[in-house]
Each structure stands twice: as C-alpha cells, then as structure tokens.
C-alpha cells in the first residue's frame, strides 16, 4: 500500500479521488490539502462519500503544512489537483515534495475522464477569465432555442457541507439559498439559471453525469480555473484570452487544453492589439496546428448608465479573474472607461480584513474591488468595505447579485457581458453535427 496525500483547492482533488483512487486502492489516501480557496482547510473529507476502503474522514490541511506532512505520515505519492496556476509555481511545489521524500504525480485523462451516453462538448481555457462560460451560456440558450435538452456541468465549487453538495442542480433562484452557496459559486451559477438553462455541480461527478443524462441529449462542460474536463468529450472548445496572449504556454493545466483542443477560440479580439491575436495564432501553430479557429469577442454593456454619469463609482469586479486570474481588471473596468467615467474610487483605501488581504496579495489591483464571499465573516467585509469607500454608485461586473446578497444601500448598477462569435469555425454547425450522429474531422 502507497500512502498518499492530494494538492487541492476544493474541485479536482475530490474528483481525483473518486476516479483513479476508488480504482486503486493500492494507493490510500492518507490526507487533502487545499490553497487558492480561503476558509476551506480545517475540514475533512466524509467517509461517507470516501467509501468502504476509509472507516474514517480523510483531514483536509492547509498546503503550507505539506512539507511536514511528508514525513509525519510517511507519504509515498503526493497528487497535484487544482489549476490555473503557472508551470513555475507548479515545479516548485514538485520540488518542495521531492526534497520532503515524496514523488510528485499528475493524474490526467485517462485516469479521471468520465464516459457520457450523450454527446459532451467541453468548454475549457487557457486561464480564469477567459471567457468560457460566457461562450457556453451562448451555445445552451442556442440549443435550448432549437429545441435540444441540453444540461450544463460546471467544474466543482464545493466549499459548504461536502455531503449535501454531492450532487447539486441549479435551476431556480432559490436552489442557491438551499445549497448555501458563496458569492463565488452564485458568480458561476446564477447567470445560467436567469436564462432559464440548467447546471449541475458538486462532488460526485459520475452521479451528477447521471442525472444530467436523465434530461439532456447534449452535455456541455464549463471547466473552471482553465482545468480540462471531467468528461470525456466528442468536441473539445478552448478558449484564449487575447489580452493574456502568453498564457497559453504559461499555465497548468491549460497548456495541456490548448494542445487538445479541437477548436480554438482567440477571445476578446476588439480590445487586444494584433500582435498578441497573432501570438496566439503561432501557439496554434507549434503546439496543435489541426485545431480550428475562430475568433470572438465578450460584449460589455450596462443595466442603467444614466446612473452612472458624473457619480463617484467603485467598480466590483468577479474574483477569481482578479485574482488567482492574474488580471488587474474586467468587465467593470472595461465598462466604466467605455462610458467615460472618470471619478473611480481607489478600493485600496476601503477595503478591511481578508478583502485587504486579498488586495495586498494581489497586488496588480489598483482601481476595482474583487467581490470575495467565501464565508459569512468575509462577506460581511465585503459590504462593509462597500459602504466605507464613499462611492455614490457600485459598478458591479459580478454576475452574482450583491446588492440583494449584500443588501447594499448604495445603488447597484449592474455589468453584462455576452459571447459573440466572430469569424472561424462555426461551432453550432460542428455541434449539431455530433446531435445528428455525423462522423466529426477531429
């Protein structure tokens, strides 16, 4: 028997784990660590959903604890289980392992890719904040128009009680209050359920597969945190972020994304320069030259701009593109230059407790606010950071409500953005195609 410990943030790891784990008991799991996701370490992993080989709930540590962990528990593997993290980052932690006593392994498809009875189209990226799930509420509320059932997947955000979020469907406003979910999972979920589509989430992909091929003939997957997909899929999209133009050859795992794509998607075209269009282009070129291509950009627009005009105005933009994402702005920025304001509120001089942390992590942010909501206490911080800043209107390009969720007095304008394909392959032509049983040119 092996003694394993596996690198996670509360997504990959607990797939892994039901996949090439309950496949190998060989290798027992020993602990969980988690990072990028704060107030989720102290908890354990149910025995419940563990299996028989585990009596006991597997502990979940915080990843700065692994070195220690090594050769206290005698660790043999170390598994690698979450993304968006540069190749850099990735060596040293396999560095960090290896000189502790352990080997340092990266499961990959074979070993944790699902099988569907329906078609599966995976929408993944090159990095968070890309565009992808913008691309894949596109191509569901298409589908969904022309009369397909379609389901979408998205990668896990299990952050609450792992046992009551095993299988998660999203489908009504009021499926978040009864999940409990964080303003990071609402980011995600809610602008899918407000098009009247569907989402499954969770822990237990194989029963959330399953319940999705109950209603659906067509299976879209939005891969979070640019990992690649769960399921296995007759068509693989990838996404590349044209202002992040490097990132492709950068970032674990969406390297591996962009040398499996079947179609490659240059996002964001009108407000990158051509040499970076091109860059990408050359990336295509050397790492996958059969993927098709096409381009696309992400509409901005706003719910009330007559709000905005000649106001003092705090942009609050989704968190983990800020963050772990690497931006240093979004879709708020975006439309706050687009509709000319000039009186932005410097966030940094607002913000209190883990919302400060977070801007003194991130250090690229300099004028919007990331809207973090992990718990109740940093919820709380974010409202209060809000209200302190003295802005007269919050410019919110979370796709989360958070002037219900918050119950701002301030008033909330909100930020939209939609995907508009531009010129390339045509992707609803290349799906209807596998929902007809036609061979695909892979």
């Given at each position: 028997?092996?003694?394993?410990?596996?690198?996670?943030?509360?997504?990959?790891?607990?797939?892994?784990?039901?996949?090439?784990?309950?496949?190998?008991p060989?290798?027992?799991?020993?602990?969980?660590?988690a990072?990028?996701i704060?107030f989720?370490?102290?908890?354990?992993?149910?025995?419940?959903?563990?299996?028989?080989?585990?009596?006991?709930?597997?502990?979940i540590?915080?990843?700065?604890?692994?070195?220690?962990?090594?050769p206290?528990?005698?660790?043999?593997?170390?598994?690698?289980?979450?993304?968006d993290?540069?190749?850099?980052?990735?060596?040293?932690?396999?560095?960090?392992?290896q000189?502790?006593?352990?080997s340092?392994?990266?499961?990959g498809?074979a070993?944790?890719?699902?099988?569907?009875?329906?078609?599966?189209?995976?929408?993944?990226?090159?990095?968070?904040?890309?565009g992808k799930s913008?691309?894949?509420q596109?191509?569901?509320?298409?589908?969904?128009?022309?009369?397909?059932?379609?389901?979408?997947?998205?990668?896990?955000?299990?952050?609450?009680?792992?046992?009551?979020?095993?299988?998660?469907?999203?489908?009504?406003?009021e499926?978040?209050?009864?999940?409990?979910?964080?303003?990071e999972?609402?980011?995600?979920?809610?602008?899918?359920?407000r098009?009247?589509?569907?989402?499954?989430?969770?822990?237990?992909?194989q029963?959330?597969?399953?319940?999705?091929?109950?209603?659906?003939?067509?299976?879209?997957?939005?891969?979070?945190?640019?990992?690649?997909?769960?399921i296995?899929?007759d068509?693989?999209?990838?996404?590349?972020d044209?202002?992040?133009?490097?990132?492709?050859?950068?970032?674990?795992?969406g390297?591996?994304?962009?040398?499996?794509?079947?179609?490659?998607?240059?996002?964001?075209?009108?407000?990158?320069?051509?040499?970076?269009?091109?860059?990408?282009?050359?990336?295509?070129?050397?790492?996958?030259?059969?993927?098709?291509?096409?381009?696309?950009?992400?509409?901005?627009?706003v719910?009330?701009?007559?709000?905005?005009?000649?106001r003092?105005?705090?942009?609050?933009?989704?968190?983990?593109?800020?963050?772990?994402?690497?931006?240093?702005?979004?879709?708020?920025?975006?439309?706050?230059?687009?509709?000319?304001?000039?009186?932005?509120?410097?966030?940094?001089?607002?913000?209190?407790?883990?919302?400060?942390?977070?801007l003194?992590?991130?250090?690229?942010?300099?004028?919007?606010?990331?809207?973090?909501?992990?718990?109740?206490?940093?919820?709380?911080?974010?409202?209060?950071?809000?209200?302190?800043?003295?802005?007269?209107?919050?410019l919110?390009?979370?796709?989360?409500?958070?002037?219900?969720?918050?119950?701002?007095?301030?008033?909330?304008?909100?930020?939209?953005y939609?995907?508009?394909?531009?010129?390339?392959?045509?992707?609803?032509?290349?799906?209807?195609?596998?929902?007809?049983?036609?061979?695909v040119?892979?």
């Amino acid at each position: 028997m092996f003694k394993c410990i596996i690198m996670g943030a509360a997504g990959r790891d607990f797939h892994d784990f039901k996949t090439f784990f309950a496949r190998h008991p060989e290798f027992r799991v020993q602990a969980f660590t988690a990072t990028q996701i704060p107030f989720i370490e102290q908890r354990s992993y149910p025995a419940s959903l563990a299996g028989p080989e585990y009596a006991e709930d597997i502990p979940i540590y915080d990843e700065s604890e692994l070195a220690e962990l090594i050769p206290r528990l005698g660790i043999h593997f170390v598994f690698f289980a979450y993304s968006d993290i540069s190749h850099r980052e990735v060596m040293h932690r396999a560095s960090m392992v290896q000189a502790a006593g352990a080997s340092f392994v990266l499961l990959g498809p074979a070993q944790t890719m699902l099988d569907s009875r329906r078609i599966v189209v995976a929408i993944t990226a090159t990095r968070t904040g890309a565009g992808k799930s913008p691309l894949t509420q596109w191509l569901a509320a298409s589908f969904v128009g022309e009369g397909v059932g379609v389901a979408v997947l998205r990668h896990p955000m299990p952050y609450g009680n792992l046992e009551k979020q095993a299988v998660q469907r999203f489908a009504t406003l009021e499926d978040f209050d009864h999940y409990k979910c964080t303003i990071e999972e609402r980011e995600e979920y809610e602008p899918y359920v407000r098009q009247g589509l569907v989402i499954f989430s969770g822990v237990d992909y194989q029963a959330i597969l399953h319940a999705a091929e109950q209603e659906a003939e067509l299976i879209l997957w939005d891969g979070g945190n640019n990992d690649f997909s769960f399921i296995r899929p007759d068509l693989s999209i990838v996404v590349s972020d044209a202002l992040r133009a490097g990132h492709g050859l950068d970032y674990y795992p969406g390297e591996t994304n962009l040398r499996g794509a079947d179609i490659l998607v240059i996002n964001k075209v009108s407000g990158a320069n051509e040499q970076d269009i091109a860059k990408i282009r050359a990336l295509r070129d050397e790492l996958n030259p059969t993927a098709e291509l096409l381009t696309a950009d992400l509409e901005v627009s706003v719910d009330d701009p007559g709000l905005l005009a000649g106001r003092r105005v705090l942009v609050v933009e989704d968190g983990p593109t800020v963050t772990h994402g690497g931006m240093a702005y979004g879709a708020g920025l975006v439309a706050a230059r687009r509709y000319g304001l000039d009186r932005l509120v410097d966030p940094r001089g607002c913000a209190v407790g883990s919302i400060r942390d977070t801007l003194d992590t991130f250090d690229q942010l300099r004028e919007v606010l990331p809207a973090m909501g992990y718990s109740d206490r940093q919820r709380a911080e974010l409202k209060e950071s809000i209200e302190k800043s003295g802005a007269e209107v919050v410019l919110n390009a979370s796709p989360a409500d958070i002037a219900s969720l918050l119950e701002l007095a301030i008033p909330v304008v909100q930020v939209r953005y939609r995907f508009v394909p531009r010129e390339g392959e045509d992707i609803m032509a290349r799906v209807r195609a596998l929902l007809a049983g036609a061979p695909v040119d892979r």
